[in-house]
């Protein structure tokens, strides 16, 4: 079974940076098709971030489209998403997923002055 830990959360001010990793064990992760990062915020459903398949290829969210980048490292098993110009609707719980398989326990962020 696939298991997921994400670190990187915190406080960050609006327009600032931070960068989210998944730490993936229990299968390697070039063999796993597709992870994903999610976000929940209170009183919403868990909401699709950013997506990156085996091959590379990337998927955003509108919200996040331009500010936000996904990246693997297969030889580290490593999954991150960079998150740049934070803005307060930024906040929430991050969850990274491997499609499918597993989700992690997720990490918090927080977006505010």
């Known amino acids: 079974q696939v298991q997921l830990v994400e670190s990187g959360g915190g406080l960050v001010h609006p327009g600032g940076s931070l960068t989210l990793s998944c730490a993936v064990s229990?299968?390697?992760?070039?063999?796993?098709?597709?992870m994903a990062w999610h976000r929940q915020t209170p009183g919403q459903e868990r909401r699709f971030v950013a997506g990156i398949t085996d091959g590379g290829s990337t998927v955003y969210s509108p919200a996040v489209k331009e500010r936000f980048t996904i990246s693997r490292e297969d030889d580290k098993n490593m999954v991150y998403l960079r998150m740049n110009n934070l803005k307060p609707e930024d906040t929430g719980i991050y969850y990274c997923n491997a499609v499918r398989e597993s989700w992690g326990q997720g990490i918090q962020v927080t977006v505010s002055s």
């Open positions: 229990g299968k390697r992760l070039r063999n796993i098709e597709s």
